[in-house]
């Protein structure tokens, strides 16, 4: 079946510092990959997605690249910020023909220092 | 206002007790989702529909229960609530377009 394994948390980094989360995934087929954000206190959001191998997702400074011959989908950012401390999830979601569940990973919580 | 809504937000409850979650939506999405959130074990799928006639066992359905009311609502019960149900539920809606869901605030649960 589908999983996800992600870095242990918690990543704990000064403000500027460069941001790597590791992300790999087993997966049958062509599953589409995505990077979820959750801020204290609330529900989980959307940071950005891949569809297909090759491709780029980016968003607010967010950069991860979809890796079929690694299996990895790692999510990086040049300068993180206080503002970016929270839990961030890697999932994947594998076209079944019906279905669009997400199978995510155990999440990694980041804490940025200033 | 937000996008999808669940209450209540919090609650505590007794072991024994039957006790409901609800979620609404206004995004106009067809498929609707239950996770739980357990420290160190990320979200499971709990059930989901992706449509109101159409209710599906996700991997951890014992102990809960659904029903999809209408396209924009979806409950989530516990017939008898246990403490190892204690977590934090989470709501999601997705069109059958995409693959990307879109999550409510959810609701912590404390079962004593």
């Known amino acids: 079946g589908n999983s996800v394994t992600q870095m242990e948390g918690p990543v704990t980094l000064s403000e500027e510092a460069f941001l790597t989360i590791n992300c790999t995934y087993t997966?049958?087929?062509?599953?589409?990959l995505f990077w979820y954000v959750q801020y204290p206190g609330e529900g989980l959001q959307l940071l950005l997605k891949?569809?297909?191998?090759?491709d780029k997702g980016s968003n607010k400074g967010f950069e991860a690249t979809y890796r079929k011959e690694t299996t990895s989908f790692h999510l990086e950012k040049g300068s993180v910020q206080v503002s970016d401390s929270a839990v961030y999830f890697c999932?994947?979601?594998?076209?079944?023909?019906?279905?669009?569940?997400?199978?995510f990973g155990t999440g990694t919580r980041l804490q940025v220092t200033l | 206002d937000a996008d999808v809504t669940q209450t209540p937000r919090n609650r505590i409850t007794k072991t024994g007790k039957r006790i409901m979650l609800e979620c609404s939506q206004t995004k106009g999405h067809d498929r609707m989702y239950w996770y739980r959130q357990d420290p160190g074990l990320g979200l499971r799928l709990i059930y989901y529909s992706f449509d109101v006639k159409d209710i599906n066992k996700g991997e951890i359905s014992d102990g809960y229960s659904v029903s999809r009311q209408a396209q924009a609502k979806f409950s989530l019960s516990l017939e008898s609530a246990i403490p190892n149900q204690t977590a934090l539920y989470f709501c999601?809606?997705?069109?059958?377009?995409?693959?990307?869901?879109?999550f409510g605030p959810g609701t912590r649960l404390t079962v004593t």
């Open positions: 999601a809606t997705s069109d059958s377009r995409a693959y990307e869901q879109y």
């Open positions: 999932a994947l979601s594998g076209y079944t023909g019906t279905a669009s569940k997400l199978t």
């Open positions: 997966a049958t087929g062509y599953p589409s």
């Open positions: 891949a569809t297909k191998a090759d």
